[in-house]
Nanobody, 117 residues
Framework: QVQLVESGGGLVQAGGSLRLSCAASGRFSSVNSMGWYRQAPGKQSELVASIGSRGTTNYADSVKDRVSISRDNAKNKVYLQMNSLKPEDTAVYFC???????????WGQGTQVTVSA
């Protein structure tokens, strides 16, 4: 069973920074994509950023100048560095792992990010 545990969320003032971490455990293919999604109250979940096992990254247009995703394959961890945070970044942030070989997606429980004006 694959488990993902996020950490690093919290309350920050606008213009501040946060670094989210996600640790994945269990068995999944080394051919995978790890990513971060977020869901704000009353809104649909949206992709923030993703990174493939070889380091290829993808960012949402709304964050690409302020966010950086990285991963540590040896530790099965993915990170999301968020800078210049805005109140509209307030959401629950979820990490996921997509096992490309078996087409399975695993999700963490989420971590709250709140940005005050």
């Amino acid at each position: 069973q694959v488990q993902l545990v996020e950490s690093g969320g919290g309350l920050v003032q606008a213009g501040g920074s946060l670094r989210l971490s996600c640790a994945a455990s269990g068995r999944f293919s080394s051919v995978n994509s790890m990513g971060w999604y977020r869901q704000a109250p009353g809104k649909q979940s949206e992709l923030v950023a993703s990174i493939g096992s070889r380091g290829t990254t993808n960012y949402a247009d709304s964050v690409k100048d302020r966010v950086s995703i990285s991963r540590d394959n040896a530790k099965n961890k993915v990170y999301l560095q968020m800078n210049s945070l805005k109140p509209e970044d307030t959401a629950v942030y979820f990490c996921n792992v997509v096992d490309i070989v078996i087409a399975a997606t695993y999700w963490g429980q989420g971590t709250q990010v709140t940005v005050s004006a």
